[in-house]
Structure formats: structure tokens, C-alpha cells
């Protein structure tokens, strides 16, 4: 169906009128001779990445992800204590959850599998994860299904996701920044607070489908000497 | 200093109290007007109804009636914004279409017109570089910004600033200044129901804020915003800007 | 049964109707004025929006011009990441693709993302004429769904229901197409997220095959994007095992960099917010994660009509935000209905006559629903120039001229209905290029002023039924001026 004839003439037809439509560009004007202003700018202001981190946490709180900070040795205490808090019994983790994350926490751990079906996910209580990186100037946490993080569907249908964010390493300051460092190839979500909703008379509500509690773990390493 | 009054087919016809005003303001400023009676319409009736060619005339006539002035300035930021944005258009589009005999000399009138017409707050302030124009008026007054003065030529505070400083005068803040009045031209007539509905919102807001007058800087708005507030028994009348910057006794002209 | 817009009213007919309606003025005006100021806010925290916004409109413009380069480009990069491109020239053509692709995984039921193509093609009744049941998963096209109402709005279709109504609709409705609504179901927003959350969960976890729509496509990648807020996107595009995405052919960009740009203009624009909660971004399928088979069905329907217009173009840089409807005086007391198709509102009244041609009263009719303010302009993140196009196509329907019809190029004559109007501005239009002329209407109609009625007959009482007319001043200006500076009449 898809490669036969009428897919062709679709096409065909589609690609012939786009032609005949554009006869006032000059033929030979290639795409990259349209002139594209790229004066905007990278990022908004100048920080450190302690700053950056601070605004991350900041941003991410304004959209009511709820944010905590720790250091590393602090991670699994932290961890043990927010899934208690929750009363978490099942949590799904990706299969390359850093070891020791949760070694503290008294909890049954479902490791996410190609055979974990959305059903099975509905049962479970809170998931865990890493992130890829974070976007402080609009408090975004992007996944791109690594090993720390998983497959998509295990941070969606589990109504609490408590995403570790590694500071200030995995943190960018704006949206140019994070397109920069992400790969397309990958499957990527950008997570910007709970589930949220403006569609009854355009006032924010959070909490529709997606986990309806984000809490976001800010663990901060010294930096590094540059 | 030559200044050519642009008054407007508008003015001319149904209000030229205005036009007498900008006279008698400029005049006071030291500045000599004159008044080509060779002009008539801008044709922004037409431009915005569609009949595009129907303009092209109209172009041609007003560049013609004001060739030799250094400025031309007219109380009406729509037929400003007519001149600085449609006209340059008006010659693309001849020239789109393959007539470039027409778009040459539509290009030409429109190139030489287009920087030196002036609205009438934008002489004052960019060119006099006055805001106290020696006016007094002691009454409450609100202001309407318009959206050709607001959006299209970008006026921001200059009629505020000038009001400000005319004596005795109170400016009343006006809410949901920057909202259209409905009026629209053909607009009024082709959708008459919701330009009545935004002119009523306009004209609630208006009576709302206590004040003896609203005024603005272009006639067709408040031509409508007038007989709106008329028809719903409002005691505020509309003036505009110019007529209140002319005036020195205190007394509506 | 889906509603239709079809056979709707032109605008000035149905907008006077809706005009009347107070609790639908409320409703509107309650939510347009709650945005604006939010809108205004996000876009001031960013200094370089003007520029954001030159780049937004640049990179749309690029891609326009050279659309036969990057939709060929689109296909490639989405067929090798495991894709397969689909192309429909029109939106029967679409429903019969996609009807297709759901009979062949033997599925009778799909969830759906809200997108505004399949809104534009009708698949919910093509896809329901096949026995194939559509759930709408957005919250507020579900509100329309279960309401059997029209969306009014482009981000958020049920803005002309209020909380109230809202609660009935889920109240009396839900049980018909799943789990019922809770007992005693409250009109508190959130009360009314959670009764959606539950209603359309089950069928999350059931269905088999999704339907989406895309914000971006980026050509050199093959990568599609997804912007929402509720999860309800992420849901219908990662659990599915199917899924098939119509996308109109302009969403195209060409880079992955250009993202970065329509990222920062689109969240802040829409919903007034620093970035929307989810966004996801795929490129053809990924092994044991998300959808086995991706289908991506690229929709003509019009676009290549419009693209074909060098002035109306420009409407194809649209990003669908929304932040002209929540800024036009307009849409706020006319309404979304009275724009007769799913783009209502400032850009509906220049993409639905592009789309459709000016095909009937209605299409004639949406280029004059506009006072020209401007408002929309001003806050168009990709600086579509609504007030240009919509005096351009005013043009088209009172004037004729060349337009492309099913990509055929042909001259429209000018609309019947503007005969009488032509001629009055054909003679405003002779007047005001004879002077003297005008000076001898304006004598005469000072002389009959104390004549002149309060009330005018005929098309004129569209003026005078709410507005007293402007008293006629004994001396024109030009009178004025020749008697008092001494120039000969």
C-alpha cells in the first residue's frame, strides 16, 4: 500500500505543486541563501554554575516540581526518605540505575524490561531515574531513555517520578544550549513540572495524566577544576 | 519652514474643528501651514476594503499636493500610517503584477512621500521637539489611543507627554486603553454587531472613568466612540487631541 | 455522531448571533484577559524576543521557499530512522490512509492526540463511517467530544464552556463512552482533571494504535515533536504499538538547531508558560521503546494553494499558539464557532479562505471579521502580518485576481454580492480624485443638514441601529480655509 502507485502519485502531485507555487524564487537560490538572523542570544545572562543551579532549582519549583539538595554521599538517604514520605512499596527503575541510589530504601524494585507492560506500570507507585541534563532559565529535565533513565513509558504512567538531576554537570542554562548537547537519534521527553492542564478557562491546573508529583533530587558535586 | 495639512477627508468633511485647531496650534508654534487644496483622500477607505487599485489614484494625488512641502503633517494617525505603510506596498504590488510602468511611478511618489509625513504628535515632539505647546483646558480628560497610532506608527507616550502638559488639564487612565473600538472602517457597517460591541465596551470604560472628554488622535475612532457614547446618553464628549492642545482660554473650541 | 462545520453561516451572521450570547462572552472574555497578561510577562523575560522572533519567521520563510528541497529531505531521514512516509493531497485522501493503516492492525478503536489537521481532514467521522471508534484524549476535546460540540479555540477547543458546564457534560456524558464520572462530581478544575485522568486511563492502557498530529518536523533529522501539557501526547505516542501522525507539509523545519528557536517562542506564546510540562521528540521508532510502527502521513489540503500566493503565504509560518485569538476584540466577542472551521480567530481568518479557496459566503466572508487593529500582529511570535493578508484577500473577493486552486492557477471573479459596494467605492473612489467634485457633495450636505435623519435606512442602519450618526458641520475645512486665508473658492 505504502510503496505502490498511489503512494508515488501522491507525491508526485504533492512535490509538483509545491514547484509550480514557488515559481517566483529564483532558480538558482539555494535554501541556505535565504538569509536566517541568528542574533538571538545563547543564553539569558551570565552565570556561574552554582547561579545556574540555583535558578534551575528555582524554576523548577515556580512550575511545582518539588526540589530537594543533597550531595552524593547524601543521595541514598535522600532517595530512602522521599520514597518512604510517599509510602512507596513498588518503584520501577531503569535498568542502569546507578548502584546504590536506592540502597537505603525499603522498597520492591521492578527493573523496566521490554516485557513491563503499561498495565503492570499502573500498579507500581514511584519511579526512579537519572536525566540526561536540565535546563535551569526554564526548569526542564530532559530524558533521552539512557541507561539511568529508561524506557518512556516508565516515567508516564507511574503517578510519582523522583528524576535525579547530577549538578551542576548536567546543567545548561537555556533551550539553545540543551539542543546542543542532546541527540535526535535518541527518544527524548523534556519534563517541565507534574502534568498540567490550562484547558478549563485557560487557568493552570496541574495533574492530568502524566505523574502528578515530580520531585526533582538536586545532588551537588564540588566542580571540578577547570 | 513649509508645512503642508494634511487634513484628512474626514476632517475636512465631518469635523474640521480639528483641522482649525492644528492651524491655530501650529501657527502659535511659529510654524507657517499651508493647505494644497489639491488633496483629498489618503484611500485608505478603499486599500482596506480591497480595492487596492481603486487607491492607486489617490496615492499618486496626495504625493502630487504635497510635492514641495518639507513636512507634511496630518491629525490622523490611520492616514499616517496609511502613507508609511500601505503606500510602499501598493507600489510592490503593482509591481508583482507586472506592471512596472505603474509600480515605477507609484514607487516614486510613495518613496518621496512617505518620510517626510509626520502625524501630528510625532511634528510636534520629534521635529518642534515641544510638549508644552502653551495649552490650558481644566478639565478631566481620558485618553484613547488608537490602534494605528498605538500599533502601526508607534506614538507610545508622545500624546500622553503633550497632555500632561497642557495647564489645568486631568488626564484619567482609561482601561483597556490598547482594546480597538470596534470602529474598523467598512468594518463598522460589514460587522456591525461586534464593532457595536466593542464600541459599547469602549464607550462603559469610557463613562467609567468621571471624565468630561475622552479625546484622540484620529476622528474616525471617535466618530464612532462619539455616537456610541451619544446613543447611550453619555454625558462625555469626544475631542480631539489637537482640539485640546489649541486651546489657550480654557474654553472646547 | 462528530459535528461538522460545514453549511455554517458567513461570519457577520453567526458572529451577530453569538455577540448576544452573555454567558459565551463571559466565558471568553474571562479567559482571554487571564492569558494576555500572563503572555505578556513570559515574553518580557526574554530581552531578545524581537530577534527570537525575526529567526522564527526566517527559518519558516527559508523552508516555505524551498519546500520541494526539505519535504524530500523529511522523507528520506524519517524512512531510514524505520518511518514510512505517507502523502495526501487532500484531507479525503488522508482519512482513506489512515483508515487504512488502522484496518490493517485489525484494531476498532485508536486514542488520539489533539491535533488540529486531523480537526481540518474530519477523521473522527471518516474513522467512525469505518467502525472505528476515536477517542479524544486532550482534555478539552474531550469535553467537545462527550458535548458533541465544535472546538472554538486552537489550544484550547472547549474555552467557550465554563466549569459548570464542564461538570455536566462529563456528568451526563461520560458513562456513554467509558468509565462514568465520580459521584458528585464538583465543578473545581482540578476535580474535573481527575474525572478525566480516571475516564480516559483504561483506554490508555488498551489501545493499540495512536493518532498524533506534530508541531515540528525536522527535516535533516526525521525527527517529529510533540509540545502538550497533560501526558495525554505522551500517552497516545509511546504506549500504542501503531502509531500514524498527519502532519500538514508546512510544519517542516530544517534543522535540529532550529528548534531551539520555535522552543523558546511557542511555550510562552501559547500558554504563557517558561516551557510546556512534556515535550516529545521522536525519530522513526526505537527498538523496545514506544511504537513498533511509525506511519507519517504529510497533508497537502491546500497548503501548496496558499504557498502559490506570495502575500498569503505567510500564514504558513503559523505555529498554532494561539496568542492572536486571546488578543482579538474580535474572536473575544464573536467567538470561535462563527469562524466555521478549526482555525477560528485572526489566523483563521486567513488560513481557512487560503485552505478551502473562497469557496462560499463563508470563506468570502472571514477576511472582513477584523477592525485591522493590528493586536494579532503585534503578538505573532512568527510575525505573521494577519492585517496584510487579510486586506490582500479582501481584495481577492471584492476585486478578483489570480489565485491556485487545487494547484491549478486561475483568475476568480470578483464575489456577486460586492456589486453594489463596488460601485459606491468606485464613485468615493471618482470623487476623491475630483476635488471639486467633493466640494460640491460636501456644499450640499451642509445646506440639508438640518434635514438630515437620526436613523438611516437600508445597509446604512447597520451604522445608525447603535450609533448616533456625526452631525454635518456648516463649512467644510477646505470652505474654511479659502474664506479666512483668502484663497478663491
Known sequence: MTDGPAHSAGRARILGRVRRALADVPRYERPEDHPVPRDYLRAHGERTPAESVDLLAARLTDYRAVVHRTDPPGLPALLAELLRRRGAHRVVVPVGLPDGWLAEAAVEQVVDTAELTARALDAVDSVVTGCALAIAETGTLVLDAGPDQGRRRITLVPDHHLCVVRAPGQVVDSVPRALERLSPVRPLTWISGPSATSDIELDRVEGVHGPRTLEVVLVESPEPPS | MRVGLFVTCVNDTLRPSTGRAVVTLLERLGVRVDFPTAQSCCGQPLYNTGYRHGAEPLLLRTAAAFADHEYVVTPSASCAAMVRDAYPRIAARAAAEGRPGEAARLRAAAERLVPRTYELTEFLVDVLGVVDVGARFPHTVTYHPTCHGLRALGLRDRPRRLLEHVEGLELRELEGADECCGFGGTFAVKNAAVSAAMGADKARAITRTGAAAVCAADNSCLLHIGGTLAREDSPVRTLHLAEILACTDGVVP | ?489
Open chain 3, 1 to 489: 455522531m462528530s459535528r461538522t462545520y460545514l453549511g455554517m453561516p458567513a461570519f457577520p451572521r453567526a458572529a451577530a448571533e453569538s455577540t448576544r450570547d452573555g454567558t459565551l462572552r463571559a466565558n471568553l472574555r474571562h479567559a482571554t484577559h487571564t492569558i494576555r497578561a500572563k503572555r505578556a510577562a513570559a515574553v518580557a523575560e526574554l530581552e531578545d524576543w524581537e530577534r527570537l522572533r525575526a529567526a522564527g519567521a526566517a527559518v519558516k520563510d527559508r523552508t516555505l521557499h524551498h519546500l520541494d528541497h526539505y519535504l524530500p529531505l523529511l522523507e528520506e531521514n524519517v524512512t531510514r530512522a524505520g518511518g514510512t512516509v505517507h502523502w495526501a493531497a487532500d484531507a479525503d485522501e488522508a482519512n482513506r490512509i489512515v483508515t487504512d493503516l488502522v484496518r490493517a492492525t485489525g484494531e476498532r478503536e485508536v486514542v488520539k492526540v489533539k491535533s488540529m489537521v486531523t480537526q481540518e481532514t474530519g477523521l473522527n467521522a471518516a474513522l467512525e463511517e469505518a467502525g472505528i471508534r476515536a477517542y479524544e484524549t486532550d482534555l478539552a476535546e474531550l469535553i467537545v467530544q462527550l458535548g458533541d460540540d465544535l472546538p472554538s479555540h486552537i489550544l484550547v477547543p472547549a474555552i467557550h464552556r465554563g466549569r459548570r458546564e464542564i461538570r455536566d457534560v462529563f456528568r451526563d456524558r461520560m458513562a456513554d463512552w467509558g468509565r462514568p464520572a465520580p459521584e458528585g462530581l464538583t465543578d473545581r478544575p482540578a476535580d474535573l482533571a481527575e474525572a478525566a485522568r480516571l475516564h480516559l486511563r483504561e483506554k490508555f492502557l488498551r489501545c493499540k494504535v495512536g493518532i498524533s498530529g506534530a508541531n515540528f518536523m525536522v527535516a535533516e533529522t526525521g525527527t517529529l515533536v510533540v509540545v502538550e501539557s497533560e501526558g495525554n501526547g505522551r500517552m497516545c505516542l509511546t504506549l500504542p504499538e501503531t502509531l500514524i501522525s498527519v502532519v500538514g507539509i508546512e510544519k517542516t523545519v530544517p534543522t535540529w538547531r532550529d528548534l531551539e528557536i520555535y522552543l523558546q517562542l511557542l511555550p510562552r506564546s501559547s500558554t504563557a508558560e517558561r516551557m510546556n510540562p512534556y515535550t516529545s521528540m521522536w525519530t522513526g521508532t526505537t527498538d523496545e521503546d514506544g511504537p513498533r510502527d511509525f506511519h507519517l502521513v504529510l497533508l497537502d489540503n491546500g497548503r501548496t494553494d496558499t504557498l502559490a500566493d506570495e502575500v498569503g503565504r505567510q500564514a504558513l509560518r503559523c505555529i498554532r499558539c494561539s496568542a492572536c485569538l486571546n488578543v482579538c476584540p474580535v474572536y473575544e466577542r464573536a467567538g470561535g464557532h462563527a469562524y466555521g472551521s478549526p482555525y477560528p480567530g485572526p489566523i483563521g481568518a486567513i488560513l481557512t479562505p487560503q485552505l478551502r479557496g473562497l469557496a462560499s459566503p463563508l470563506e468570502e466572508s472571514l477576511p472582513f471579521a477584523s477592525s485591522l487593529c493590528g493586536a494579532c500582529y503585534e503578538v505573532c511570535p512568527v510575525a505573521i502580518d494577519i492585517p496584510e493578508v487579510l486586506v490582500h484577500l479582501r481584495e481577492r473577493v471584492v476585486e478578483g485576481g489570480p489565485v491556485t486552486v487545487g494547484g491549478n492557477r486561475t483568475v476568480i471573479r470578483p464575489a456577486k454580492r460586492h456589486a453594489l459596494e463596488r460601485a459606491a467605492m468606485r464613485a468615493a473612489g471618482w470623487a476623491f480624485d475630483h476635488p471639486a467634485a467633493l466640494r460640491r457633495a460636501q456644499r450640499l450636505a451642509a445646506r440639508t443638514r438640518r434635514v438630515h435623519p437620526r436613523r438611516l435606512p437600508g445597509p446604512g442602519r447597520a451604522w445608525s441601529d447603535t450609533r448616533e450618526l456625526p452631525e454635518v458641520p456648516e463649512e467644510s475645512f477646505r470652505d474654511w480655509w479659502a474664506r479666512t486665508r483668502g484663497e478663491r473658492p
